[in-house]
Antibody
């Protein structure tokens, strides 16, 4: 059974850093396109970043230069390193799997809440 | 302001049919497959439709998708109270600002 479990969220001050993890089971992270999608409180979904099976990475303009997506194949885990956090980064962050390279969000984790506030 | 435009809300009675539209451009819907997601209150999104009109295993055939030009539509027949949720369309985008874009979401109320 495919399972995605995000951890690492919490309360962080503006300008701070946080690393989110997404532990995967039931499939191999490195063989899939893996994304981070966020949802601000009461708002819609916003795509944040993707890492292709081949290792290429892409980011939304809103996080480019501040966030870094990566994976640890030995731990079958996806990461999102978030630096220079802003209040507008406050959201639930979901990791999502795309096994075919065509549809983001074939499977989703339960999400982890990041709150950026002083 | 989302790249893909959806109506903020739709409503219908149990047993009825409802459609949700998703309007984009040639840089996204016009040249890519569209997906649809259901988000029940307090839960993660769930894939309902992929590649415009295909349903993942376990999704009932009450849910359907279609695409024409730069617009897509989600249809739900035989509405149930359990269908009350937010629905999002999504697709790839060839613009420079984001690789994947979502619609703003549509709140479905089953009266």
């Amino acid at each position: 059974e495919v399972q995605l479990v995000e951890t690492g969220g919490g309360l962080i001050q503006p300008g701070g850093s946080l690393r989110l993890s997404c532990a995967a089971s039931g499939f191999t992270v490195s063989s899939n396109y893996m994304s981070w999608v966020r949802q601000a409180p009461g708002k819609g979904l916003e795509w944040v970043s993707v890492i292709y099976s081949g290792g290429s990475t892409y980011y939304a303009d809103s996080v480019k230069g501040r966030f870094t997506i990566s994976r640890d194949n030995s731990k079958n885990t996806l990461y999102l390193q978030m630096n220079s956090l802003r209040a507008e980064d406050t959201a639930v962050y979901y990791c999502a799997r795309d096994p075919f390279g065509a549809t983001i969000g074939w499977n989703w984790g339960q999400g982890t809440l990041v709150t950026v506030s002083s | 302001q989302s790249v893909l435009t959806q109506p903020p809300s739709v409503s219908a009675a149990p047993g009825q049919k409802v459609t949700i539209s998703c309007s984009g451009s040639s840089s996204n819907i016009g040249n890519n497959y569209v997906s649809w997601y259901q988000q029940l209150p307090g839960t993660a999104p769930k894939l309902l439709i992929y590649e415009n009109n295909k349903r993942p295993s376990g999704i009932p055939d009450r849910f359907s998708g279609s695409k024409s030009g730069t617009s897509a539509t989600l249809g739900i027949t035989g509405l149930q109270t359990g269908d009350e949720a937010d629905y999002y369309c999504g697709t790839w985008d060839s613009s420079l600002s984001a690789l994947w874009v979502f619609g703003g979401g549509t709140k479905l109320t089953v009266l």
